[in-house]
C-alpha cells in the first residue's frame, strides 16, 4: 500500500461504500495494524462496522467489508 491520503480515508471510503473496499499492500500485516490504530485514535463509532481480513485471494490485499445490521431479537 503506497500510502497516497491520510490512512483513516480508507475505512470513511468503506464507511461510504455499499459493501467495502479492497486495498493493495505491500505488507498486510503491518499496514492491517496501522489502519486499526488509526481506527481506535479517531474516536468515531461508526468505524466499528467495518473489518479488516486479508483476501483469500491474494495475500497482497485487505478487504474493509462492512458488516451487517446486528440482529434485534433477544
Given at each position: 500500500m503506497t500510502i497516497k491520503e491520510p490512512i483513516l480515508n480508507y475505512w470513511y471510503r468503506a464507511l461510504?461504500?455499499?459493501v467495502g473496499i479492497e486495498v493493495?499492500?505491500?505488507?498486510?500485516?503491518k499496514i492491517r495494524?496501522?489502519?486499526y490504530t488509526a481506527r481506535l485514535e479517531a474516536k468515531d463509532p461508526d468505524l466499528?462496522?467495518?473489518?479488516?481480513?486479508?483476501?483469500?485471494?491474494?495475500?497482497?490485499?485487505?478487504?474493509?467489508?462492512?458488516?451487517?445490521?446486528?440482529?434485534?431479537t433477544p
Open positions: 461510504h461504500s455499499s493493495s499492500c505491500s505488507d498486510a500485516e495494524a496501522r489502519l466499528h462496522t467495518i473489518s479488516i481480513c486479508k483476501s483469500p485471494f491474494d495475500p497482497m490485499k485487505l478487504w474493509f467489508i462492512k458488516k451487517g445490521p446486528k440482529d434485534e
